[in-house]
């Protein structure tokens, strides 16, 4: 089977992380953007998992520029570890927010700093990584957050982030997307300001952000569908049969990875942006609108502070981009 279903341009002298890169979308999306010329830290939080994706995809395009990076994204500790490490190398053009908990307990759990752990993963540790990161990323680089359906599907307790009054294991996988999704676009917002900004300070008219922040979701993207990958995706006969049998309304995780792919590389894309699969669960990437929760800007700025709260840091989107050189 194929693992790269559509075509990718050119990415050589590209420098991109991906987070979650050891299995499922993130090791396609890493292994398709490697495979099209791009230098990729795969990051991941076990070592030998990291090393069995490397492999995979070494074994299709011997050529391909990886490495790795150890990172826990429930953990803050191990974030900072990672953006200290990732600060001494290349600036980055592409940071692809992938790790994710998708399987969510059923009672409610805490991370080692005393956060909700799905929250935890899925939001915090990508905004650590980011407030740590900003000031390192290439002119014209693109951070992309994945979003979900399920985005569409829950309510949105923002008064309850941290799920202590009202956690169940679906409300936490939701909340944690739209979390994301709402950090991803108030990003987006804070760039610009920040663009405008500078530009006002110069006298220059020019407004263009020099990072663009979107929201990337692959419809429903499933394992069984998915391409047998040694070490990185080897599901059952069962498995294997009973996603058969959702085959009219899922999709492979390798094509999942086509709209992140696209989010990360294409022309027509900008800061702002939610793209998903065009029939929704699956199909080629097209642009899509996102909820209206995930866009408010007065909602955005609340997950913002709190999200700043929770890691126990002031993130300065303006100051990360003037302090550039
Ligand atoms: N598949 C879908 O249909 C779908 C739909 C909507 C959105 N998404 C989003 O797409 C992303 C990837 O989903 P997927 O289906 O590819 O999931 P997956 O196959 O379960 O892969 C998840 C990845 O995240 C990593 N991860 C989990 N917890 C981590 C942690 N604490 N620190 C570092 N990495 C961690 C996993 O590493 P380990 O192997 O170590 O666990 C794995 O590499 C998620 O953000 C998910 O919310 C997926």
Redo the contacts with the bound molecule.
């Keep these: 089977m194929n693992w790269y279903p559509s075509p990718v341009a050119p990415q050589a002298g590209r420098q991109v992380l991906v987070?979650?890169?050891?299995?499922?979308?993130?090791f396609f999306t890493s292994a398709r953007l490697a495979s099209a010329g791009a230098h990729v830290t795969l990051s991941?939080?076990?070592p030998g998992?990291l090393a069995a994706a490397v492999a995979a995809i070494r074994g299709r395009v011997p050529t391909a520029s990886v490495d790795t990076l150890v990172?826990?994204?429930?953990s803050l500790a191990s974030v900072r570890a990672g953006v200290d490490r990732l600060l001494d190398r290349a600036p980055l053009d592409v940071v692809v927010l992938?790790?994710?908990?998708?399987h969510t307990p059923s009672r409610r759990e805490e991370s080692v700093d005393g956060n909700e752990l799905v929250l935890a993963?899925?939001v915090l540790g990508h905004f650590a990584l980011l407030e740590g990161m900003l000031p390192h990323l290439a002119a014209g680089a693109r951070v992309v957050t994945?979003?979900?359906?399920s985005m569409r599907l829950s309510t949105f307790r923002v008064d309850d982030l941290q799920l202590e009054r009202s956690y169940d294991a679906w409300r936490a996988y939701a909340q944690s997307?739209i979390a994301a999704a709402s950090i991803a676009f108030e990003l987006d917002r804070r760039l610009r300001r920040a663009a405008t900004d500078a530009a006002e300070a110069v006298g220059a008219a020019s407004v263009t952000p020099r990072v663009h922040s979107l929201v990337a979701?692959?419809?429903?993207?499933?394992s069984g569908r998915t391409p047998r990958v040694p070490g990185v995706n080897e599901p059952s006969r069962a498995d294997r049969f009973l996603d058969a049998l959702q085959a009219a309304g899922a999709q492979g995780?390798h094509r999942?990875a086509d709209v992140v792919v696209h989010a990360a590389t294409a022309d027509d894309v900008e800061g702002g942006q939610f793209w998903g699969p065009a029939r929704l669960v699956k199909g080629p990437p097209v642009l899509g609108t996102p909820t209206a929760t995930s866009r408010d800007p007065r909602i955005g700025e609340r997950v913002w502070m709190l999200a700043e709260q929770a890691t126990g840091r002031a993130f300065d989107v303006g100051a990360a981009m003037g302090a550039r050189p």
């Design positions: 987070t979650g890169a050891n299995a499922g979308i993130g991941g939080r076990d998992r990172v826990d994204t429930s992938n790790a994710g908990m998708v993963t899925n994945l979003g979900s359906l997307k979701h692959p419809g429903y993207s499933i995780k999942g």
